[in-house]
Nanobody, 122 residues
Framework: QLQLVESGGGLVQPGGSLRLSCVAS????????IAWFRRAPGKERETIAC????????TYTNSLKGRFTITRDNAKNTVYLEIRDLELEDTGDYSC???????????????WGRGTPVTVSQ
């Protein structure tokens, strides 16, 4: 069964940084587009960015550009999301998802991880 597992979340102070990981099992990530999403408490799921299946293009949500970066390590079958200058509003559950190409809506992604929580607090 195809699985994605996120890790790297935790408690961090404002201004800090995190690197979240999305590891695939039972399939090779280099054949898939990978997107990262987050859901803040009481809010709708929000798309952060999507990295294309050929790792050429990464599309970021305009309001989140600048502090988020997606990178791939195909040798480790892992996609990373780096978050810099964390803000209180970044608190939420972060998930990765895969599909054959980047899709406009989160509901169009086929494979999902269970998420990793990020809490930004003093």
């Amino acid at each position: 069964q195809l699985q994605l597992v996120e890790s790297g979340g935790g408690l961090v102070q404002p201004g800090g940084s995190l690197r979240l990981s999305c590891v695939a099992s039972e399939f090779n990530l280099d054949a898939y587009a990978i997107a990262w999403f987050r859901r803040a408490p009481g809010k709708e799921r929000e798309t952060i960015a999507c990295n294309s299946e050929d790792d050429i293009t990464t599309t970021y949500t305009n309001s989140l550009k600048g502090r988020f970066t997606i990178t791939r390590d195909n040798a480790k079958n892992t996609v990373y999301l780096e978050i810099r200058d964390l803000e209180l509003e970044d608190t939420g559950d972060y998930s990765c998802a895969a599909n054959f190409k980047c899709m406009p809506g989160y509901f169009e992604y086929v494979f999902w991880g269970r998420g990793t929580p990020v809490t930004v607090s003093q």
